[in-house]
């Protein structure tokens, strides 16, 4: 039998695994979910922490027919040039963050074999987007018109909790704010009334390891240079 000590160190490290495993993946087999899975998945994500617990993430599962007819009506927006955001969209970081920016692109563009001056296949590679990325599954993510930040902090708290519930079930994922960039489109293929704003979506499956862009790796900061310690 397990004493309190084996079980601290067992769900540490087995909570170690899980965080270190997760990571963006644009690249799914068609192979759909089981639902039962998913909603188990989808139960634990519900035990995020929120201001006042209101929970005030609205979630929509998409798949099948309804996530076909989502991909083609939001990559035709794009490729006409038309966005609708409920949110701000900044376009262009500044100073480390630019920097942390450019490294991911290059680490992925480099994975994929794309040269930084060839538009055709980087905007190529920018369009399967709004293809899921070929997963067969996306959450869509809604904040209510009536809430601000604190509470955009708090579905992001829930976005996190689903993705390391998904990797926990071997379920790869990708978050998307390039999902949001035609809301009002997603509200009507959804039927999700305008009242609600799309802050984000989530494209979930099973990973495509052959890939290429899924053999990318980004890194993280040190945490000197992003935590300070006081006291």
């Known amino acids: 039998m397990l004493g309190v000590k084996d079980m601290s160190d067992k769900a540490q490290s087995v909570f170690a695994d899980i965080v270190s495993a997760r990571r963006s993946v644009r690249g799914f087999l068609p192979k759909p979910v089981d639902k039962a899975i998913l909603q188990t998945v989808f139960k634990l994500a519900q035990t995020a922490p929120s201001n006042c617990n209101t929970q005030p993430w609205s979630v929509h599962l998409v798949s099948g027919d309804v996530a076909a007819t989502l991909k083609q009506r939001i990559t035709a927006a794009m ?84 993705m390391l519930a998904l990797t926990a079930y071997g379920i790869a994922s990708c978050p998307q704010a390039a999902l949001s960039f035609h809301a009002s489109t997603v509200r009507e293929v959804l039927q999700v009334p305008e009242s609600q704003r799309l802050l984000m979506g989530i494209a979930l499956g099973y990973e495509d390891k052959a890939v290429a862009a899924n053999k990318a790796r980004v890194g993280r900061e040190v945490i000197e240079q992003v935590v300070q310690f006081h006291g």
């Open 79 to 162: 490729e006409q040039g038309q966005m609708d955001m409920d949110f701000p969209f900044i376009a262009k970081y500044e100073g480390v963050y630019r920097e942390r920016q450019y490294d991911a692109a290059a680490q992925l563009y480099g994975a994929m074999g794309v040269d930084r001056g060839d538009k055709a296949a980087r905007h190529a590679a920018f369009m399967r987007n709004f293809q899921f990325f070929g997963a067969p599954h996306v959450a869509l993510l809604f904040l209510s018109a009536e809430h601000g930040l604190r509470e955009a902090a708090d579905v992001g708290i829930y976005a996190q909790n689903l």
